[in-house]
């Protein structure tokens, strides 16, 4: 099992950065894919972001593509989510998940939420 706990979400402003962080515990990461997602009231939950390993592969949605950057630190088990110029249109529940890859994902967080205010 894989517990995975978000911080990092706030209300900010247009324009604003935020680093979303997803600490792991229970198993290293290190193997698997991890993703963010995120769920705006009223609308489907979107794959927002994902990285692989073995090789390392990165995937952005269309709308975040050069304003987000997922990374990966094994050795603190921690992924993370450094979003800039962020717009109102990002503002939702962002969750992390773990998985065997990005189609097939496990394990889930809670959430935290980021609001975009213009």
């Known amino acids: 099992q894989v517990q995975l706990v978000e911080s990092g979400g706030g209300e900010v402003q247009a324009g604003d950065s935020l680093r979303l962080s997803c600490a792991a515990s229970?198993?290293?990461?290190?193997?698997?894919?991890m993703g963010w997602f995120r769920q705006a009231p009223g609308k489907e939950r979107e794959h927002v972001a994902s990285?692989?390993?073995?090789?390392?592969?990165?995937y952005y949605v269309d709308s975040v593509k050069g304003r987000f950057t997922i990374s990966r630190d094994n050795a603190k088990n921690t992924v993370y989510l450094r979003m800039n110029s962020l717009k109102p249109e990002d503002t939702a529940l962002y969750s992390c998940?773990?998985?065997?890859?990005?189609?097939?994902?496990?394990?889930w967080g809670q959430g935290t939420q980021v609001t975009v205010s213009s």
């Open positions: 990285i692989t390993w073995g090789p390392t592969r990165t």
């Open positions: 998940a773990a998985g065997l890859s990005r189609t097939n994902w496990r394990y």
């Open positions: 229970g198993r290293t990461i290190s193997t698997y894919a």
